[in-house]
């Protein structure tokens, strides 16, 4: 397979991107703070120093690389949806608060080690990767991103746009399911806000497609390149 970055720049005018020369922000609007994949449809995703975007496709290696779409839930349709779930972004922040109700007989832990901050009474935090996220983010509000916004990946201090930097375009959030209750029960609901039983707000990340290869690694600065039109809609 060709190098992305090869053919990032026909893939990020076609997008509609605004030219590398065009200034952005003069800090980046939050940061990477670590990255994930998985070649198989596990639910969780394996932590690794960094990902390679390929445009049109998705995250090299991961399961979910496709013009198509792969989420096993959807492959049923025909014709093949496209794939509009190519990146998966969760904040760090959301990843923080969230809280595994115990099972009888656990014990809390936090990062593999029994009791601390759990103090013994079976609760559980989840870790980035754990939810299938590609990437986990810090001091970006994902969720409040506008649809066809461009993410923009690189170093923390490059506020000068180069066509070799990854860039995605946001296309909606994800639809919390039945799934994340399994991997850790009471995570449903703190995903979702509901009003008189219907759900009125989904918190589980953002989906993306990329628009122009290159590397997402820890410690990259998130560009927001140009801001998208309309509230962000289930993919």
């Not at 496209?82 to 936090?110: A, C, D, T, Y």
């Not at 927001?224 to 993919?235: F, H, N, Q, W």
């Amino acid at each position: 397979m060709a190098s992305p970055v090869c053919y990032a720049s026909e893939s990020y005018f076609l997008a509609g991107a605004p030219p590398p020369s065009a200034t952005t922000a003069p800090t980046p609007a939050g940061t990477v703070l670590t990255t994930s994949l998985s070649p198989t449809h596990a639910f969780s995703k394996t932590l690794v120093s960094g990902l390679t975007l390929i445009p049109g496709l998705g995250v090299e290696g991961d399961c979910h690389l496709g013009a198509e779409v792969q989420h096993l839930s959807r492959r049923g349709v025909r014709p093949l949806p496209e794939n509009l779930r190519q990146v998966h972004l969760i904040s760090s922040e959301f990843l923080g608060g969230l809280v595994v109700k115990p099972k009888e007989g656990e014990r809390g832990e936090r990062d593999g080690k029994e009791g601390e901050e759990g103090k013994g009474d079976g609760r559980k935090w989840v870790k980035p990767g754990d939810l299938g996220e590609n990437i986990t983010t810090s001091g970006i509000d994902l969720e409040a991103l506008t649809r066809g916004t461009i993410l923009r990946f690189a170093s923390p201090t490059s506020s000068t746009p180069s066509p070799g930097d990854a860039r995605i375009r946001i296309t909606g959030l994800r639809n919390p399911c039945h799934q994340i209750e399994k991997f850790g029960k009471g995570l449903l609901a703190q995903c979702t806000v509901r009003e008189k039983g219907v759900v009125v707000e989904r918190k589980a990340g953002i989906m993306g497609v990329v628009v122009a290869g290159g590397r997402v690694e820890e410690g990259m600065g998130v560009w927001v390149e140009r801001e998208g039109e309309g509230v962000l809609d289930v993919v």
